[in-house]
């Protein structure tokens, strides 16, 4: 079976004496349980794995419940320690508090239970963690499927990649697109809007999430301010609800807004946002067309070849504490910015031209990068990038 590099991570520090909790965090459906299973095969330590998913009417005590059964395992067994998962914890009301006292008393009573969890909603886990984890944790942020994984697990080309996205479970229906089509929508965004966000928080306007959703999706790739956002959704209250929306949309592995760079944090903040789609499944599946309608078409493909390269830029960025945003100055533009401490590296995105753009001009004599890079049909193309770590592009 197809290990991700998250598999390594996670052996290593299941097998170091107890220190921190594990806590293994993103998007619905890329293979977090998956992880902790083959990993707790590789181990052979005792093990207790339990999910909030689907147990009606949960609270906090029911983790002390199950935290009590993973003593007794632990206490009848000839092991000293014994790994404890509990997966979609966010679930749980209070989680973090009941975790805590129970981590707590285990540290001070001697007794090695080292605990993992998982959770679907980072927004959540993290405000969890922060409140009443401090200094307890550490997090292994597991993104979406990079091509290179999508290629050596299932075979998928890059250009399949391009239009049918990371997702490991669709994988094998992108022979039947109508198929695949039902199965992202249905499975994955409606799943993830109504049980990983309109679930947790308090939505005053669901329809306007998701019209936002889809509004980003079409738009992908593209900066809209929040005032033309306004006019292009109805009953769409005002600019605050749709940015706390889309913050909502990227926490749960759906939808971000790329922020413009800039020296200064506050005009970053307040700056229009570059729609960018996690995955490039939801951009195809809401799309109006077919996969062989677009490999076809310049104009369109080359909307999708940049969106999956700013996903990947994307996936990347969040799991190697990168910061990822555009640049834009009147009609002067760089497609991504990746920041890194002090290192700043450019990247502009054109299918069809190789040469270095004005934009790319403008923005290396104002912020004097330490890179840049033009993704052209000659030397790095776009397949190329596809299959590059962008760390290494520092």
Same mark, same amino acid.
């Given at each position: 079976m197809f290990k991700r590099p998250y598999f390594q991570t996670l052996t290593k520090r299941l097998k170091e004496p107890k220190k921190f909790i594990q806590v293994i965090t993103g998007p619905r459906q890329v293979g977090k349980t998956t992880l902790v299973h083959q990993v707790l095969k590789e181990i052979q330590t005792p093990s207790m794995y339990i999910s909030a998913d689907g147990v009606i009417n949960?609270?906090?005590?029911w983790i002390e419940q199950q935290w009590n059964n993973a003593r007794l395992k632990l206490k009848t067994s000839n092991f000293s320690e014994l790994i404890f998962v509990i997966d979609e914890v966010q679930k749980i009301p209070d989680w973090s508090e009941m975790v805590k006292a129970n981590w707590d008393s285990d540290m001070l009573n001697g007794l090695e239970i080292k605990?993992?969890?998982?959770?679907?909603?980072?927004?959540?886990?993290?405000?969890?963690?922060?409140?009443?984890?401090?200094?307890?944790?550490?997090?292994?942020?597991?993104?979406h499927w990079n091509f290179e994984e999508m290629n050596q697990a299932f075979g998928i080309t890059e250009e399949q990649f391009v239009w049918f996205g990371g997702y490991p479970?669709?994988?094998?229906?992108?022979?039947?697109?109508?198929?695949?089509?039902?199965?992202?929508?249905?499975?994955?965004?409606?799943?993830?809007?109504?049980?990983?966000?309109?679930?947790?928080?308090?939505?005053?306007?669901?329809?306007?999430?998701?019209?936002?959703?889809?509004?980003?999706?079409?738009?992908?790739?593209?900066?809209?301010s929040f005032t033309k956002i306004l006019g292009q959704l109805q009953d769409a209250g005002n600019t605050t609800t749709l940015s706390h929306y889309l913050h909502l949309l990227d926490s749960a592995g759906l939808l971000s807004g790329l922020? @413009?760079?800039?020296? &200064?944090? %506050?005009?970053?903040?307040?700056? +229009?946002? /570059? *729609?960018?789609?996690?995955?490039?499944?939801?951009?195809?599946?809401?799309?109006?067309?077919?996969?062989?309608?677009?490999?076809?078409?310049?104009?369109?493909?080359?909307r999708h070849v940049e969106s999956a390269i700013g996903a990947h830029l994307f996936s990347a960025a969040r799991a190697n504490n990168l910061e990822l945003s555009y640049w834009r100055e009147g009609n002067f533009e760089v497609d991504f910015i990746l920041q890194y @401490?002090?290192?700043? &590296?450019? %990247?502009?995105?054109?299918?069809? +031209?190789? /040469? *270095?753009?004005?934009g790319m001009q403008r923005f290396s004599s104002h912020f004097k990068p330490h890179k840049m890079y033009l993704i052209s049909n000659e030397g790095l193309n776009w397949k190329g990038i596809l299959k590059i770590n962008p760390v290494d592009l520092f």
């Open positions: 949960i609270g906090p005590e605990l993992v969890l998982l959770g679907s909603s980072r927004l959540l886990i993290q405000k969890g963690l922060t409140e009443s984890l401090a200094g307890r944790f550490e997090v292994i942020y597991t993104g479970g669709a994988a094998g229906l992108i022979n039947d697109e109508l198929r695949w089509n039902d199965y992202i929508i249905n499975s994955l965004i409606e799943t993830t809007i109504s049980r990983d966000i309109l679930l947790m928080e308090n939505i005053n306007k669901p329809a306007l999430l998701r019209n936002l959703f889809e509004l980003g999706c079409s738009y992908s790739g593209q900066i809209l922020q @413009k760079f800039t020296k &200064v944090k %506050i005009t970053k903040r307040s700056s +229009s946002p /570059k *729609f960018q789609v996690q995955n490039t499944a939801f951009y195809s599946a809401l799309s109006d067309y077919q996969f062989s309608d677009v490999v076809g078409n310049a104009e369109i493909w080359g @401490k002090n290192k700043v &590296v450019g %990247i502009e995105v054109k299918i069809g +031209s190789a /040469k *270095f753009t004005k």
